[in-house]
């Protein structure tokens, strides 16, 4: 089992930047593909980014593709979420999960299965 605590949420004005940081408790961080998932209200909930165990492969929505880049430093358990060039529609709450499936052959974060409280990020135009 790993425990996630995500920080680094805030208010921005379109165009501005955060850092999103998600810090793992237990022994097994490196065993788990990540994810950054994000809900806005009213909406359903939706993958944003999945990095592979290794940090070698990831993949975007289509939304965030050149904007937002996932990482993780495996040494420090946390995993990251640089979010450039924000809009108002990047504002949600944003989670990071550990995925029991895997890095899956479509780039996804597949079952996951332990998730952060969540941060806010809130985009204003």
């Known amino acids: 089992q790993v425990r996630l605590v995500e920080s680094g949420g805030g208010s921005v004005q379109a165009g501005g930047s955060l850092r999103l940081s998600c810090t793992a408790s237990?022994?097994?961080?490196?065993?788990?593909?990540m994810g950054w998932f994000r809900q806005a209200p009213g909406k359903e909930r939706e993958e944003v980014a999945c990095i592979s165990r290794s940090g070698a492969l990831k993949n975007y929505v289509d939304s965030v593709k050149g904007r937002f880049t996932i990482s993780r430093d495996n040494a420090l358990n946390t995993l990251y979420l640089q979010m450039n060039s924000l809009k108002p529609e990047d504002t949600a709450m944003y989670y990071c999960a550990a995925s029991l499936g895997g890095y899956s052959r479509s780039g996804s974060c597949e079952r996951p299965g332990y998730w952060g409280q969540g941060t806010q990020v809130t985009v204003s135009s």
């Open positions: 237990g022994s097994r961080f490196a065993s788990y593909a």
